[in-house]
């Protein structure tokens, strides 16, 4: 992992300075004298590894290690079968009793301990501390048959006052990492309420989350307002895109007021969103530098990313697929270990000017959660520049200033994700994410808490 990341990874350079050298150093020495020390389990390689990737100020820079769990949890035959494999035996449980669990739990000096439930187990989560975690959680009760009380759910390791390495072993026992930023990781890592020893609900709001339904939805709300609801810019629906933009903007024309809901829009592609940059638009947005990263494993992923797009042409489109052709061309020719600027427009390297400001809509905010990133916040940035746009929100991811992602497997099972290209200039909201105009809050639906905003918009600061 460290030797492909030296080597292979477009954020390297700007994550390891002079600066922070010593540190990283010293981060590496430390990490393979932890790996060195036992044999590891794919649990704790994966803490490892995410400990390294976190060094990084690139979000999307992370590991996973997904497990091959073949069961029909539906079949009593198959969920016997897969009690008597290797995987279900050997999982770590610990001996389950329920009396002594509550009796130490009511006397716990400890807000993070507790009994918290969701929609499918509970846990007891208690201290458990190890060189990759502080606290576990055991189930104590389960809706699925593929699991069991005592068995170890989640394990987190507290790194500061408000960071945690969250670790979650899904239904089908893949296990997910994340590094959470919250003073109780458990509620919004694990989606459940903290139910002993207080009875106080700690689960955040859903207001903050996207509407259900299909991933692109366009509403009148009322004689004055359109809604438009994007979940994805995934390049695979360009196509989509293209025919659903010519439908609405004959009716998006007509209103003074648009509402862009981009909430849990994990990114894609941006030109998922360029037909609706125009309407956006009030004065010129000045040239950014956007780099791609020359080296000879991300060669070869773009050049096994052309063959995917030249069998699935009508999905993606003849503009990506010319696209994708370039940068290979240009990649071959420069030196490896260096930078190559972009050179198309659709790469976003050059000034955009349209040819005049959009009579209608003439006021639109823009709506984001802190799952919005990524190609979603290239978006989020347009309206930045824009007197006719208000941010409402929160936060957004911070997946910004590293894209064109692409996978590269370990020998061990693992698959690494790491940028072959960089936007300097969107650095300083990498991880922080952007914030926006006018920050919504979580005790009304956030579509209503519009409707007082109109007036603000263009008087932001």
Same mark, same amino acid.
């Given at each position: 992992?460290?030797?492909?990341? !030296? ?12 600066? *922070? @050298?010593? /540190? ?14 036992? +044999? ?9 590894? @995410? !400990?390294?990737? *976190?060094?990084?100020?690139?979000? %999307? ?21 897969? $009690? ?46 190890? %060189? ?30 408000? &960071?945690?390495?969250?670790? @979650?072993?899904?239904? &089908? ?57 994007? =979940? ?45 940059? $125009? ?7 000045? =040239? ?8 000879? !494993?991300?060669? $070869? ?17 003849? !503009?990506?697929? &010319?696209?994708? +052709? ?8 420069? +030196? ?25 809509? +003439? ?22 520049? /824009? ?43 990498? @991880?922080?994410?952007?914030?926006? %105009? ?24």
């Amino acid at each position: 992992m460290i030797n492909h990341l !030296e080597n292979h990874y477009a954020g390297f350079q700007d994550n390891v300075t002079s600066k *922070n @050298k010593k /540190s990283y150093q010293t981060l590496k020495k430390s990490l393979i004298e932890k790996a060195n020390k036992n +044999k590891q389990t794919s649990i704790t390689c994966l803490a490892l590894l @995410k !400990e390294y990737t *976190n060094f990084f100020r690139d979000n %999307h820079l992370h590991a996973e290690f997904h497990q091959t769990l073949q069961v029909d949890a539906s079949s009593p035959e198959s969920v016997k079968a897969f $009690k008597e494999s290797n995987l279900f035996r050997e999982w770590e449980r610990i001996p389950y009793d329920s009396t002594k669990i509550w009796q130490y739990l009511a006397k716990s000096k400890d807000p993070l301990e507790g009994i918290y439930d969701n929609a499918n187990y509970q846990v007891a989560v208690m201290r458990s501390p190890t %060189h990759w975690r502080d606290y576990y959680g055991i189930i104590t009760q389960t809706k699925s048959p593929l699991w069991e009380k005592g068995q170890v759910k989640v394990e987190f390791k507290k790194i500061d006052a408000k &960071n945690f390495l969250f670790i @979650k072993h899904l239904q &089908n026992y893949q296990t997910i990492v994340n590094y959470s930023e919250s003073e109780n990781p458990v509620p919004t890592n694990f989606d459940a309420n903290k139910i002993f020893p207080t009875s106080s609900s700690t689960k955040p709001s859903a207001f903050n989350m996207p509407p259900e339904g299909d991933w692109f939805q366009f509403k009148v709300l009322n004689d004055s307002t359109t809604y438009l609801h994007i =979940k994805s810019f995934d390049p695979s629906l360009q196509s989509k895109f293209d025919s659903i933009y010519k439908q609405i903007t004959p009716i998006l024309e007509r209103k003074p007021y648009l509402i862009i809901d981009l909430r849990s829009n994990g990114g894609g592609t941006v030109s998922g969103w360029y037909p609706l940059r $125009k309407y956006l638009y009030t004065r010129p947005i000045p =040239k950014k530098k956007y780099d791609y990263y020359c080296s000879s !494993e991300i060669i $070869k992923e773009y050049e096994q990313m052309l063959v995917m797009i030249e069998k699935n042409k009508e999905a993606y489109g003849v !503009e990506m697929l &010319n696209a994708i +052709k370039s940068v290979i061309e240009r990649l071959k020719k420069a +030196k490896l270990g260096t930078f190559v600027p972009a050179d198309q427009p659709s790469d976003m390297n050059e000034s955009y000017q349209a040819e005049r400001i959009e009579p209608t809509p +003439k006021k639109i905010i823009m709506m984001y959660n802190r799952e919005s990133a990524s190609a979603a916040e290239g978006f989020i940035l347009e309206g930045l520049q /824009s007197d006719k746009v208000l941010l409402f929100g929160e936060n957004s991811g911070g997946f910004i200033a590293f894209g064109n992602i692409t996978p590269a497997q370990t020998p061990s099972g693992f698959t690494l994700y790491r940028a072959t290209s960089r936007f300097l200039d969107h650095f300083p909201y990498e @991880k922080t994410g952007i914030p926006p %105009h006018i920050k919504a809050t979580n005790d009304k639906d956030w579509i209503e808490q519009t409707h007082s905003l109109w007036q603000k918009v263009g008087k932001k600061k």
